[in-house]
């Protein structure tokens, strides 16, 4: 067994002790001097300085967070690519069933499969290309399968028509869209 320890020495240290007449805060003497209003500038200044600094952390960490959102969801993607084109495939197949089914009884459910399939396909990160009548050729996510003159300037290189949708993954297209684009012709 060990010895237990010795004590402290005790040394006479003087305990303060609060009496009913000593005020809480201190107050100012005549001896004290005020704070100048120079150092209450700088002061001032300093915690703007500083609220600022803080500002500029907060929409950094907020940029930092929604670009590794991002990267997570273009990995993600990458990743399921391989299942993100079956689904694509399955897509257009279940379109096909629905609008050239002769039952009218088929066809709502290859419609609810052809919706189902897309929603699966743009949790994993797949985005369905389909350009809207009139809405301008993008060679980026778009082919011209067709071209269908026009006598409108105006409407010069803009799709008349989807033949197949397209797909893209992130930034990448993985197929493009096939559309019938409109040609500007003098009359």
Same mark, same amino acid.
């Given at each position: ?5 010795? %004590?402290?020495?005790?040394? /006479? ?17 005549? *001896?004290?001097? %005020? ?12 915690? /703007? /300085?500083? %609220?600022?600094?803080? #500002? ?22 990458? #990743?399921?690519? +391989? &299942? ?9 197949? %279940? ?7 002769? *039952?009218? !009884? ?14 699966? &396909? ?5 985005? &369905? ?9 993008? +060679? ?7 071209? *269908? ?27 493009? !869209? ?8 003098? !009359?």
């Amino acid at each position: 067994m060990t010895d237990p320890a010795p %004590a402290a020495a005790v040394t /006479d240290v003087p305990v303060p002790t609060e009496s009913a007449a000593a005020p809480l805060e201190p107050t100012a003497s005549p *001896s004290t001097p %005020a704070m100048p209003a120079q150092t209450l500038d700088r002061i001032t200044e300093r915690i /703007d /300085d500083l %609220a600022r600094v803080i #500002a500029r952390q907060a929409a950094t960490i907020e940029r930092l967070a929604d670009e590794a959102k991002v990267q997570i969801r273009d990995e993600r993607a990458e #990743a399921d690519a +391989p &299942l993100i084109r079956d689904l694509f495939a399955l897509h257009g197949l %279940a379109q096909t069933f629905a609008s050239t089914s002769n *039952s009218e !009884a088929d066809r709502p459910g290859f419609e609810a499969i052809s919706r189902r399939v897309e929603r699966m &396909l743009t949790e994993r990160g797949g985005q &369905l290309v389909t350009p809207f009548r009139g809405a301008a050729f993008d +060679p980026d996510v778009m082919e011209a399968a067709e071209l *269908s003159d026009t006598d409108d300037p105006d409407a010069d290189r803009t799709v008349e028509s989807v033949i197949q949708p397209g797909l893209t993954v992130g930034d990448r297209s993985i197929r493009p !869209a096939k559309v019938v684009v409109r040609r500007y012709r003098r !009359a």
